[in-house]
């Protein structure tokens, strides 16, 4: 096994920063000394097979992204990132683990869904990789396959209130799959959004000729995310079951969480960069010379951009700082302008949802710190620890500390990154375009290692597909 010493960084967790050296051993962290200390000999520097010097930088452990999506199917398409594509750009982005979504439809099964889903990324990650369920049809058959999903390492589940016909679950069956989850020990992760509702105001919209892509966030109103987020609470108040809210954009739906937690409630809130960051009006209502008003379907997803001069896009930086919602994923589901967003040119209802993220969640949150936004623990929480205890890696994965994997980042503080699509910008991820185009970041991921191997450095990709290792999660460990 080999040894590698991260010699005179600051190094960041969830707790606090410490100027400390940081000894791997194999795959995994074998201490966190003080500069210089000759604890484990008098030159330890010269001991160690390599050494990386981050004087000056910060040293953090591997960005976790919770929620993505490689090769979904969506919209008569698949999400263009592959495990392979995908993976490789998280590691340029310094996430060393991402946690997808096996996806079960209505009328197939669920053990089915889960398989498809290890052909499809076994062999084929750079970082290591984990799974959700998507259950997206409750029957017998369904809830039974529920009780396996623990000892498959799989603790956490994902319902959808949007897409009738698709992934849609009524309220008899969240009801039904939250008392199986309170049964077995899975968290329930929720797509909160009144579907039945919105294709109705959707098709209002389109009937009147207004098929434009802006018009994906007005059908996709506020009141709709707010009222499914209030159902979902209360449903998951009746069973006692622990509820993880996905991609939070409006501002009302997060005062339903912060309420829900200020009652003592096990309810937990996620929001994504582009709804800290992008909006209704500059993105989804853009115009180009290439696509016309169709620009905008490059940041359609949902639940949609909001609007920031209704103050949603603060409102979910404060509910970053006060805890009300407690971690940022990116819901990273990539299309292509050409022949995918453009299914829906004539009919913002056809286009693919999604945007590609992945690979800047970690430098733009970090723009949050230089902005004042966040501290720089609390960065480090956002980005790798709660999303390691919230789905039960923590320990292992999310910490700079003795016995954790070796997943750590060197990031320059004083480095600069351009994000977009052009020559000297950063895009790794297997799209046309960039949702991200022209954004600048005060900081760089200088150095990605996970578990001990060393994936980005020196502005060239090092790693191997194949070398991400399938986590097995424990239950969440961020219960009240």
Same mark, same amino acid.
């Given at each position: 096994?080999?040894?590698?010493?991260?010699? $005179? !960084?600051?190094?960041?967790?969830?707790? +606090?920063?410490?100027?400390?050296?940081?000894? *791997? #051993?194999? %795959?995994?962290?074998? =201490?966190?000394?003080?500069?210089?200390?000759?604890?484990?000999?008098?030159?330890?520097?010269?001991?160690?097979?390599?050494?990386?010097?981050?004087?000056?930088?910060?040293?953090?452990?591997?960005?976790?992204?919770?929620?993505?999506?490689?090769?979904?199917?969506?919209?008569?398409?698949?999400?263009?990132?592959?495990?392979?594509?995908?993976?490789?750009?998280?590691?340029?982005?310094?996430?060393?683990?991402?946690?997808?979504?096996?996806?079960?439809?209505?009328?197939?099964?669920?053990?089915?869904?889960?398989?498809?889903?290890?052909?499809?990324? $076994? !062999?084929?990650?750079?970082?290591?990789? +984990?799974?959700?369920?998507?259950?997206?049809? *409750? #029957?017998? %058959?369904?809830?039974? =396959?529920?009780?396996?999903?623990?000892?498959?390492?799989?603790?956490?589940?994902?319902?959808?209130?949007?897409?009738?016909?698709?992934?849609?679950?009524?309220?008899?069956?969240?009801?039904?799959?939250?008392?199986?989850?309170?049964?077995?020990?899975?968290?329930?992760?929720?797509?909160?959004?009144?579907?039945?509702?919105?294709?109705?105001?959707?098709?209002?919209?389109?009937?009147?000729?207004?098929?434009?892509?802006?018009?994906?966030?007005?059908?996709?109103?506020?009141?709709?995310?707010?009222?499914?987020?209030?159902?979902?609470?209360?449903?998951?108040?009746?069973?006692?079951?622990?509820?993880?809210?996905?991609?939070?954009?409006?501002?009302?739906?997060?005062?339903?969480?912060?309420?829900?937690?200020?009652?003592?409630?096990?309810?937990?809130?996620?929001?994504?960069?582009?709804?800290?960051?992008?909006?209704?009006?500059?993105?989804?209502?853009?115009?180009?010379?290439?696509?016309?008003?169709?620009?905008?379907?490059?940041?359609?997803?949902?639940?949609?951009?909001?609007?920031?001069?209704?103050?949603?896009?603060?409102?979910?930086?404060?509910?970053?700082?006060?805890?009300?919602?407690?971690?940022?994923?990116?819901?990273?589901?990539?299309?292509?302008?050409?022949?995918?967003?453009?299914?829906?040119?004539?009919?913002?209802?056809?286009?693919?949802?999604?945007?590609?993220?992945?690979?800047?969640?970690?430098?733009?949150?970090?723009?949050?710190?230089?902005?004042?936004?966040?501290?720089?623990?609390?960065?480090?929480?956002?980005?790798?620890?709660?999303?390691?205890?919230?789905?039960?890696?923590?320990?292992?994965?999310?910490?700079?500390?003795?016995?954790?994997?070796?997943?750590?980042?060197?990031?320059?503080?004083?480095?600069?990154?351009?994000?977009?699509?052009?020559?000297?910008?950063?895009?790794?991820?297997?799209?046309?375009?960039?949702?991200?185009?022209?954004?600048?970041?005060?900081?760089?991921?200088?150095?990605?290692?996970?578990?001990?191997?060393?994936?980005?450095?020196?502005?060239?990709?090092?790693?191997?597909?194949?070398?991400?290792?399938?986590?097995?999660?424990?239950?969440?460990?961020?219960?009240?």
């Amino acid at each position: 096994m080999s040894t590698l010493l991260i010699k $005179g !960084g600051t190094v960041v967790n969830a707790t +606090g920063t410490v100027t400390a050296d940081v000894l *791997v #051993d194999g %795959e995994t962290i074998a =201490a966190v000394l003080e500069p210089g200390s000759t604890l484990l000999g008098s030159d330890l520097a010269s001991s160690v097979d390599t050494v990386i010097d981050a004087t000056g930088k910060l040293v953090i452990p591997g960005g976790i992204d919770a929620h993505t999506h490689m090769q979904l199917p969506f919209g008569g398409t698949f999400a263009s990132d592959t495990f392979e594509t995908g993976t490789v750009a998280a590691a340029w982005g310094g996430t060393t683990s991402i946690i997808d979504f096996a996806v079960q439809k209505y009328g197939e099964r669920v053990e089915d869904g889960l398989a498809h889903w290890h052909e499809l990324a $076994g !062999g084929n990650c750079a970082v290591d990789y +984990g799974f959700h369920q998507i259950i997206g049809g *409750v #029957d017998d %058959e369904s809830l039974k =396959a529920m009780e396996n999903l623990v000892d498959e390492g799989i603790t956490s589940y994902k319902m959808f209130m949007a897409y009738p016909g698709v992934f849609y679950s009524d309220d008899a069956q969240i009801l039904r799959a939250m008392q199986k989850a309170r049964e077995m020990g899975l968290l329930t992760m929720m797509h909160a959004e009144n579907g039945p509702a919105i294709d109705v105001l959707a098709a209002q919209l389109a009937e009147s000729g207004k098929t434009a892509p802006y018009f994906h966030g007005i059908a996709r109103a506020w009141q709709m995310e707010e009222e499914a987020t209030h159902r979902a609470i209360m449903l998951a108040d009746l069973t006692d079951a622990p509820l993880y809210i996905v991609h939070m954009s409006a501002k009302q739906a997060v005062q339903q969480v912060a309420w829900a937690r200020d009652n003592g409630k096990n309810v937990f809130g996620e929001t994504c960069p582009q709804y800290l960051y992008l909006s209704l009006e500059k993105q989804l209502g853009a115009k180009s010379d290439e696509w016309g008003d169709f620009e905008g379907a490059k940041w359609v997803c949902s639940t949609p951009l909001r609007s920031e001069e209704e103050g949603h896009l603060e409102a979910m930086w404060q509910g970053l700082r006060t805890n009300d919602l407690q971690m940022v994923s990116t819901d990273h589901c990539p299309f292509c302008m050409k022949d995918q967003k453009e299914l829906g040119k004539d009919d913002f209802r056809a286009i693919p949802n999604g945007i590609g993220s992945i690979e800047h969640r970690v430098d733009l949150l970090y723009q949050g710190v230089v902005d004042g936004r966040i501290s720089l623990p609390r960065w480090v929480e956002l980005i790798s620890t709660t999303p390691a205890r919230m789905f039960g890696l923590y320990g292992k994965k999310g910490v700079i500390q003795p016995g954790a994997d070796a997943d750590i980042v060197v990031y320059d503080p004083n480095g600069h990154t351009s994000i977009g699509y052009g020559e000297g910008k950063k895009h790794h991820m297997n799209m046309d375009h960039s949702a991200w185009e022209g954004f600048e970041i005060d900081g760089h991921v200088d150095v990605t290692i996970s578990r001990g191997t060393v994936l980005v450095e020196n502005g060239e990709f090092k790693g191997t597909v194949g070398h991400g290792q399938f986590l097995k999660r424990d239950l969440t460990q961020y219960l009240t």
